[in-house]
């Protein structure tokens, strides 16, 4: 295998990987399948494949600005890659914001419902018309190779000087207005990035950032086919560092009119990034680009351009979410799942770039395959009767292969983690331990209730008030313990154990023994467990039995209790008898809670996680 | 009218009956702790809550019904309004899930049904419903002690600066909503500082949305002008051109 053919195969095991994790991050939602939470709803898929998406696009309306407006003309052989580049750039934002969308069936809102306050809808409507108007410069590039097309694509070259002007119309708009998507959060966003002229920050490292990725791409894709850069043509790109020294004199007289200096030298992990930040964007790719032996070789324009191309791409990530100031106690960290769907995506946009540049004249000259042959015959197979195609398109097997067994890895990688990620963590609930007086503490965090089981026994009148609180007993017991039914911390679940009892190895029922004949088998029609269980509902039992659909734990015991406490209160006058810390002894804050005796009509104290 | 909420937090003893009473006026499914909440207590399926603060005050948390809300400002399909009543609403028909609303809010109000294949931002809707039909918000009604009343904000603001003054030393000499950020619909008054309720800490009285305002009525300034200024250059450097072509053959 070649190079182009370890990469294709590397780029479609990613894209199969992303395949599995796409399928699942629609099935299950998005809090299975990423970090994302309330305090940082936004992540990677908005700070990398949105924002630096946008950003990484940005070659091509300052190569066709460059070419087509003011006529440089040995920049005429980068045109096409950049203007692909772009229009593969934003096709990869757009499907990237559809996995991020919460609905994004949709997208489509943006166009009817309108709201011009938002930089977020100037946003979208520029990213839609300027795809639009990338489509139309880049497709007659296809068309030369169908005839058919030759009129669409007179016209199309005819139009392009009003296309060209648009676009960079349009980039300019929407370039800053990524930046002004963050000028309503003052609050959130770290000072050394918040500022009124992000807007402008953000344009003119778009402006670098497109020079720099052309140079980037040119090399990249030169080493990859073997193919001859266009060193020459590029080093008179290396005026980037007039663009870089722009923005970093503007970004630090910025810090300095906000009076923002001291934080530069703080010690704090986020002025390291800030370093890191401008460093790699602005500093060091301006003084390479100066260096006239880095800005006309091969080398040097690529690592100046690839640590420039880095750097920026680090300050939309950081603008998008790693630099905002942490409201919460947890620090987001994106999840291997969202990891992969940007990885994906821009795997994808890479095979649709490799597939055009081969197939297409975007470059001066088609590269080769160099592991083909040309002079080769096409292939049979080992019998001799069936043609397997010309060797150069042999790779899709290998590549198939690559795509389904990461695929299917990925599937085997999910497979617990929806179910862990949820967001609930169950709380299986533990037995009071003791005999005269029970230490209730179901989920064993320390916070006990201590309850005197006997004493309040006596006091309700002996054996005879058992039923007063055991309202369910399970089949051949007496008086069940609270944790065999309620047996989930927090949520309801489940009395009636389904499995079991159709089970071989539990009570071996047939369907038809409880869900009558010719009816859906629903709970509904199913026969009532008092059909087999006589005994189930003790005699007189105070607490009666509507559904087998057990209360969580807490709930089921604050409800049980807080009721006889405040009727007993009100009864002896004894206010303290009802508090919250009449029971919880230890909970801080809790002993010295208001008087509860007297509640709002159908009161009751409930903690915040339940419904009456 | 602009309906508002007074929260005084003298009164409050935390017993979380607003929260319930508003899960079940709003018909929001049992809610149990998940990864993504904050520690605030409010998720899509809780509106509100009961935070406490410093010296074991309680205080509640929901959202402020802004009066230039930042949300409204950001929603980029106008799913989010701020009604006649000062309710700040939530069409969900018109969502999108981009989440900017969250990313928006100064006081972090915005939840998302982070567990749902088809999510929807969740918030404090002020029972619009409710008030809109001459009656109140659940919360309040359902206080047992009066801690949060709902009235009209102006009252409400005269009654807040009547109880600071009626008992000097107990309160913060700050009514939380007057002036912050442009003023919102629910207030609060305390002996504590409340800006445990917003970990942002934002401050002054300027709305947020006059912070993108500026750059977004530049939006059809700069495209008008790079738009001229491109087709300008162009003529002129292809005429410049055209020219220095001509001169050698005359």
Same mark, same amino acid.
């Given at each position: 295998?070649?190079?182009?053919?370890?990469?294709?195969?590397?780029?479609?095991?990613?894209?199969?990987?992303?395949?599995?994790?796409?399928?699942?991050?629609?099935?299950?939602?998005?809090?299975?399948?990423?970090?994302? #939470?309330?305090?940082?709803?936004?992540?990677?898929?908005?700070?990398?494949?949105?924002?630096?998406?946008?950003?990484?696009?940005?070659?091509?309306?300052?190569?066709? =600005?460059?070419?087509?407006?003011?006529?440089?003309?040995?920049?005429?052989?980068?045109?096409?890659?950049?203007?692909?580049?772009?229009?593969?750039?934003?096709?990869?934002?757009?499907?990237?914001?559809?996995?991020?969308?919460?609905?994004?069936?949709?997208?489509?809102?943006?166009?009817?419902?309108?709201?011009?306050?938002?930089?977020?809808?100037?946003?979208?409507?520029?990213?839609?018309?300027?795809?639009?108007?990338?489509?139309?410069?880049?497709?007659?590039?296809?068309?030369?190779?169908?005839?058919?097309?030759?009129?669409?694509?007179?016209?199309?070259?005819?139009?392009?000087?009003?296309?060209?002007?648009?676009?960079?119309?349009?980039?300019?708009?929407?370039?800053?207005?990524?930046?002004?998507?963050?000028?309503?959060?003052?609050?959130?966003?770290?000072?050394?990035?918040?500022?009124?002229?992000?807007?402008? /920050?953000?344009?003119?490292?778009?402006?670098?950032?497109?020079?720099?990725?052309?140079?980037?791409?040119?090399?990249?894709?030169?080493?990859?086919?073997?193919?001859?850069?266009?060193?020459?043509?590029?080093?008179?790109?290396?005026?980037?560092?007039?663009?870089?020294?722009?923005?970093? %004199?503007?970004?630090?007289?910025?810090?300095?009119?906000?009076?923002?200096?001291?934080?530069?030298?703080?010690?704090?992990?986020?002025?390291?990034?800030?370093?890191?930040?401008?460093?790699?964007?602005?500093?060091?790719?301006?003084?390479?680009?100066?260096?006239?032996?880095?800005?006309?070789?091969?080398?040097?324009?690529?690592?100046?351009?690839?640590?420039?191309?880095?750097?920026?791409?680090?300050?939309?990530?950081?603008?998008?979410?790693?630099?905002? @100031?942490?409201?919460?106690?947890?620090?987001? /960290?994106?999840?291997?799942?969202?990891?992969?769907?940007?990885?994906?995506?821009?795997?994808?946009?890479?095979? %649709?770039?490799?597939?055009?540049?081969?197939?297409?004249?975007?470059?001066?000259?088609?590269?080769?395959?160099?592991?083909?042959?040309?002079?080769? /015959?096409?292939?049979?197979?080992?019998?001799?009767?069936?043609?397997?195609?010309?060797?150069?398109?042999?790779?899709?097997?290998?590549?198939?292969?690559?795509?389904?067994?990461?695929?299917?890895?990925?599937?085997?990688?999910?497979?617990?983690?929806?179910?862990?990620?949820?967001?609930?963590? /169950?709380?299986?609930?533990?037995?009071?331990?003791?005999?005269?007086?029970?230490?209730?503490?179901?989920?064993?965090?320390?916070?006990?209730?201590?309850?005197?089981?006997?004493?309040?026994?006596?006091?309700?009148?002996?054996?005879? #008030?058992?039923?007063?609180?055991?309202?369910?007993?399970?089949? @051949?017991?007496?008086?069940?313990?609270?944790?065999?039914?309620?047996?989930?911390?927090?949520?309801?679940?489940? %009395?009636?154990?389904?499995?079991?009892?159709?089970?071989?190895?539990?009570?071996?029922?047939?369907?038809?023994?409880?869900?009558?004949?010719?009816?859906?088998?629903?709970? =509904?029609?199913?026969?009532?467990?008092?059909?087999?269980?006589?005994?189930?509902?003790?005699?007189?039992?105070?607490?009666?039995?509507?559904?087998?659909?057990?209360?969580?734990?807490?709930?089921?015991?604050?409800?049980?209790?807080?009721?006889?406490?405040?009727?007993?209160?009100? =009864?002896?006058?004894?206010?303290?008898? =009802?508090?919250?810390?009449?029971?919880?002894?230890?909970?801080?804050?809790?002993?010295?809670?208001?008087?509860?005796?007297?509640?709002?009509?159908?009161?009751?104290?409930?903690?915040?996680?339940? #419904?009456? | 009218?602009?309906?508002?909420?007074?929260?005084?937090?003298?009164?409050?003893?935390?017993?979380?009956?607003?929260?319930?009473?508003?899960?079940?006026?709003?018909?929001? &499914?049992?809610?149990?702790?998940?990864?993504?909440?904050?520690?605030?207590?409010?998720?899509?399926?809780?509106?509100?809550?009961?935070?406490?603060?410093?010296?074991?005050?309680?205080?509640?948390?929901?959202?402020?019904?802004?009066?230039?809300?930042?949300?409204?400002?950001?929603?980029?399909?106008?799913?989010?309004?701020?009604?006649?009543?000062? &309710?700040?609403?939530?069409?969900?028909?018109?969502?999108?899930?981009?989440?900017?609303?969250?990313?928006?809010? +100064?006081?972090?109000?915005?939840?998302?049904?982070?567990?749902?294949?088809?999510?929807?931002?969740?918030?404090?809707?002020?029972?619009?419903?409710?008030?809109? !039909?001459?009656?109140?918000?659940?919360?309040?009604?359902?206080?047992?002690?009066?801690?949060?009343?709902?009235?009209?904000?102006?009252?409400?603001?005269?009654?807040?600066?009547?109880?600071? !003054?009626?008992?000097?030393?107990?309160?913060?000499?700050?009514?939380?909503?007057?002036?912050?950020?442009?003023?919102?619909?629910?207030?609060?008054?305390?002996?504590?500082?409340?800006?445990?309720?917003?970990?942002?800490?934002?401050?002054?009285?300027? +709305?947020?949305?006059?912070?993108?305002?500026?750059?977004?009525?530049?939006?059809?300034?700069?495209?008008?002008?790079?738009?001229?200024?491109?087709?300008?250059?162009?003529?002129?450097?292809?005429?410049?051109?055209?020219?220095?072509?001509?001169?050698?053959?005359?």
């Amino acid at each position: 295998m070649n190079r182009v053919h370890k990469l294709k195969f590397i780029l479609w095991a990613v894209a199969g990987l992303a395949a599995a994790v796409a399928a699942a991050r629609f099935v299950h939602g998005l809090g299975a399948t990423t970090n994302l #939470s309330d305090t940082t709803p936004w992540g990677i898929w908005i700070g990398f494949d949105v924002m630096g998406g946008v950003a990484l696009a940005a070659g091509g309306f300052i190569m066709t =600005a460059a070419v087509h407006i003011f006529k440089l003309e040995r920049l005429h052989e980068v045109v096409r890659p950049a203007v692909l580049t772009a229009f593969l750039g934003y096709v990869a934002v757009a499907v990237g914001l559809l996995f991020d969308l919460g609905l994004p069936w949709n997208i489509w809102h943006m166009i009817v419902f309108w709201n011009p306050h938002s930089p977020l809808f100037e946003v979208g409507w520029c990213v839609m018309l300027y795809l639009t108007v990338l489509t139309l410069e880049f497709f007659p590039v296809p068309a030369e190779e169908f005839s058919g097309l030759a009129k669409v694509r007179r016209v199309l070259i005819k139009a392009r000087l009003p296309l060209v002007i648009l676009g960079i119309g349009l980039s300019t708009l929407h370039q800053s207005s990524l930046g002004s998507l963050f000028l309503i959060m003052p609050y959130r966003l770290h000072p050394l990035w918040y500022s009124p002229i992000l807007p402008l /920050l953000f344009l003119v490292s778009a402006i670098g950032l497109g020079m720099m990725m052309v140079t980037f791409e040119s090399h990249t894709t030169a080493w990859l086919y073997r193919r001859k850069p266009e060193t020459a043509a590029l080093a008179s790109l290396s005026g980037v560092r007039w663009v870089l020294l722009l923005y970093a %004199a503007i970004r630090f007289g910025d810090l300095a009119a906000r009076g923002q200096v001291r934080a530069l030298a703080a010690a704090d992990w986020r002025t390291v990034l800030f370093w890191l930040e401008v460093g790699a964007m602005a500093i060091v790719p301006a003084l390479l680009f100066s260096t006239p032996r880095v800005r006309q070789t091969r080398g040097g324009q690529w690592a100046a351009a690839s640590l420039g191309v880095f750097g920026v791409v680090l300050n939309r990530i950081d603008v998008g979410g790693l630099a905002h @100031r942490a409201n919460g106690s947890r620090l987001y /960290l994106p999840a291997w799942t969202e990891v992969v769907i940007s990885a994906g995506v821009v795997s994808a946009a890479t095979l %649709a770039f490799l597939f055009l540049v081969e197939r297409f004249h975007v470059w001066e000259q088609r590269p080769a395959d160099p592991g083909a042959d040309p002079h080769r /015959l096409p292939e049979f197979d080992k019998v001799g009767t069936t043609w397997l195609g010309v060797p150069g398109v042999a790779g899709r097997t290998v590549y198939s292969l690559g795509f389904i067994f990461a695929a299917s890895a990925g599937f085997a990688l999910l497979a617990p983690q929806p179910a862990a990620s949820r967001g609930v963590d /169950l709380q299986p609930v533990h037995r009071a331990r003791g005999e005269k007086t029970l230490w209730i503490d179901g989920n064993l965090d320390g916070f006990g209730v201590e309850f005197p089981h006997e004493r309040i026994q006596k006091r309700l009148g002996g054996d005879a #008030s058992c039923v007063k609180c055991h309202h369910m007993n399970l089949p @051949r017991d007496r008086n069940s313990g609270c944790y065999e039914c309620h047996r989930e911390m927090y949520l309801p679940v489940d %009395a009636f154990r389904h499995d079991w009892h159709a089970s071989p190895a539990g009570a071996r029922l047939a369907c038809g023994q409880c869900h009558p004949q010719g009816q859906s088998r629903s709970a =509904a029609g199913a026969k009532p467990c008092s059909g087999c269980h006589k005994d189930l509902i003790p005699a007189g039992a105070t607490i009666q039995v509507k559904q087998y659909r057990a209360a969580g734990y807490v709930q089921a015991m604050h409800e049980l209790c807080i009721g006889c406490h405040q009727q007993m209160a009100a =009864a002896e006058g004894k206010p303290d008898f =009802a508090r919250c810390g009449t029971c919880h002894k230890e909970r801080r804050g809790i002993t010295d809670a208001g008087d509860l005796a007297a509640p709002a009509e159908g009161g009751g104290i409930l903690l915040p996680a339940m #419904s009456r | 009218m602009n309906a508002a909420i007074l929260t005084d937090t003298t009164k409050c003893i935390g017993c979380n009956e607003c929260a319930i009473a508003c899960r079940r006026v709003n018909h929001l &499914a049992p809610d149990a702790p998940r990864r993504w909440d904050r520690e605030d207590g409010l998720s899509a399926r809780n509106w509100t809550s009961v935070v406490e603060g410093p010296h074991h005050t309680y205080a509640r948390q929901q959202c402020r019904h802004c009066l230039e809300p930042a949300c409204v400002s950001a929603c980029p399909v106008g799913a989010l309004s701020r009604t006649e009543i000062g &309710a700040v609403v939530y069409d969900n028909a018109r969502c999108m899930g981009c989440r900017y609303c969250m990313m928006a809010c +100064p006081y972090g109000i915005p939840r998302y049904d982070w567990d749902q294949p088809v999510p929807y931002v969740r918030k404090c809707i002020l029972c619009y419903g409710r008030v809109r !039909a001459g009656g109140q918000p659940s919360c309040t009604e359902a206080c047992p002690t009066k801690a949060t009343v709902f009235g009209d904000r102006g009252e409400l603001l005269a009654e807040a600066h009547r109880r600071i !003054a009626a008992a000097p030393g107990v309160y913060v000499n700050k009514v939380w909503g007057e002036r912050d950020l442009g003023g919102t619909s629910v207030l609060a008054i305390s002996n504590v500082d409340l800006s445990f309720l917003a970990p942002q800490h934002p401050a002054g009285s300027a +709305p947020l949305p006059e912070t993108t305002a500026l750059a977004m009525h530049a939006v059809p300034f700069a495209f008008t002008s790079v738009v001229a200024a491109m087709a300008g250059l162009n003529w002129i450097i292809h005429r410049r051109m055209t020219r220095q072509a001509e001169e050698p053959d005359e």
